[in-house]
C-alpha cells in the first residue's frame, strides 16, 4: 500500500508539478491518468524518492526519505518514461542483468532469469546487441525486462506501452496481467487501463481530481473536462 499525504513537488521553484495531493494506493492493478504535464511522471518517481517534496509518502508503511531508500528500491521497480534513461550497459543482456549481478546472485542463476525474461518478452534475439542502437519499442522492451527480472513486490511502471506497436503493446498487456505483483502505471493509453486497471487516480494540473474503478474510463465528461479523451473503444 502507498499512501501520499499531503504531496507537493515544485521544479525550479515555479513549476508546481504535484499540489497538495493526497490519496491511498492499494487495489493490485493501479492507473495514474492524467493530460500532458498533469503530473503523471513526478508522482511515480517521487514513491521512489527522485523529488524534494513537502509532505510524506509511505510504500507499506516505510517513509520515502534518504536513509529508507535502499530498502524502498529493492521493494518497487520503477520503469522510466524515457527508456534512456535506464539503459546504460554495453549489451542487452549486461542491461537486463545489471540488478541481479549488483545483488551478487550467481552468474549462471543470472544467465537463467535474463534468458527466460528475454524469451517472455521476444527480446531473446536481441541479448548481445548494443542497447544503444535499438529502436524506440526495443528499448522499452529490454528496459522493462530490466524490471520486471528483479522480480520487485511493486511495479512503477511509466507510460510501459508509448513507444511500442501493436503486437508488442498486447503481448505487455497479457504479461503485465498475469504478474502477481502490484502495479501502478501512469499512462495516458486508456485502453489498456481499461484492461488491465482496477483503479483508476485521476489527476489534473498536480492535484487529484477524483479516484474510481474502472467505470471513470467510461465516463466523457469527467475524462473530458481534463483534458483526456474516451478509450478508442467507447469513441
Ligand atoms: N525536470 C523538470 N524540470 C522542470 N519542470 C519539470 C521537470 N519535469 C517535469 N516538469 C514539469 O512538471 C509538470 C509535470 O510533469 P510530469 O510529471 O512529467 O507530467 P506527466 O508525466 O503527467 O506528463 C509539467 O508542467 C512539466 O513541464
Ligand atoms: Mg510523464
Request: glycine share 6%; with cysteine.
Amino acid at each position: 500500500m502507498i499512501q501520499i499525504n499531503d504531496v507537493s513537488i515544485v521544479y525550479d521553484h515555479t513549476i508546481i508539478a504535484i499540489n497538495h495531493l493526497t490519496t491511498t494506493i492499494h487495489a493490485p492493478v493501479t492507473a495514474i491518468i492524467g493530460e500532458n504535464g498533469s503530473g503523471k511522471s513526478t508522482l511515480l518517481t517521487s514513491i521512489v524518492g527522485l523529488h524534494p517534496m513537502a509532505g510524506s509518502i509511505l510504500v507499506d508503511g516505510i517513509e520515502v526519505k534518504k536513509e529508507n531508500l535502499h530498502t524502498i528500491r529493492k521493494r518497487v521497480g520503477y520503469l522510466f518514461q524515457n527508456p534512456d534513461h535506464q539503459l546504460f550497459m554495453n549489451t542487452v543482456y549486461e542491461d537486463i542483468a545489471f540488478g541481479l549481478v549488483s545483488q551478487g546472485m550467481d552468474q549462471d542463476v543470472v544467465k537463467e532469469k535474463v534468458e527466460a525474461m528475454a524469451c517472455q518478452l521476444h527480446i531473446d534475439d536481441l541479448l548481445a546487441r548494443n542497447c544503444a542502437k535499438l529502436s524506440g519499442g526495443q528499448k522499452s522492451l529490454v528496459a522493462l525486462a530490466g524490471v520486471l527480472v528483479m522480480e520487485p513486490d511493486i511495479l512503477l511502471l511509466d507510460e510501459p506501452t508509448a513507444f511500442l506497436d501493436p503486437k508488442a503493446r498486447r503481448r505487455i498487456i497479457n504479461i503485465l496481467k498475469s504478474l502477481p505483483q502490484s502495479i501502478i502505471l501512469a499512462t495516458h493509453d486508456l485502453d489498456m487501463a481499461y484492461d488491465l486497471v482496477d483503479e483508476v487516480i485521476l489527476i489534473h494540473k498536480g492535484m487529484l481530481i477524483t479516484k474510481g474503478d474502472k467505470q471513470m474510463l467510461t465516463n466523457k465528461d469527467i475524462l473530458e473536462s481534463n483534458g483526456l479523451e474516451l478509450p478508442l473503444r467507447f469513441q
